[in-house]
Nanobody, 131 residues
């Protein structure tokens, strides 16, 4: 299907783990994979923009994380399956949000932290961390 689809969101206790998946077709015909970014947003919070969490380059050679998830989240990809994963460990209540993944074309170096540079977005998957 020609769309980005996230899955894996769930209710989990603090300290628990989840693995999110992002299935995205190869949108850019000149490239064999997309740059993928993960973002999150808490619905209903005025003025709260979509927060960038992590991104990965087309071959997985470069990964980046926002400070609040470093050491707890790991992004990876399986290009044979056109799927990117976000392994989330040591989850905290403040990680509760709707998680989105998005696709962007490759750039000269690294991957973008800016939402407007991502052209294709999924519908999101809810992650709730609560006891």
């Amino acid at each position: 299907q020609w769309q980005v689809v996230e899955s894996g969101g769930d209710l989990v206790q603090p300290g628990g783990s989840l693995r999110l998946s992002c299935a995205a077709p190869r949108f850019y015909e000149d490239y064999n994979a997309n740059v993928i970014g993960w973002f999150r947003q808490v619905p209903g919070v005025p003025g709260k923009e979509r927060e960038w969490i992590s991104c990965i380059t087309t071959n997985g050679g470069i990964t980046q994380y926002t400070d609040s998830v470093k050491g707890r989240f790991t992004i990876s990809r399986d290009n044979a399956k056109d799927t990117v994963y976000l392994q989330m460990n040591s989850l905290k209540p403040e990680d509760t949000a709707v998680y989105y993944c998005a696709a962007a074309p490759p750039r000269n170096y690294g991957c973008s932290k800016t939402a407007r540079e991502y052209q294709y977005w999924g519908q999101g998957t809810q992650v709730t961390v609560s006891s």
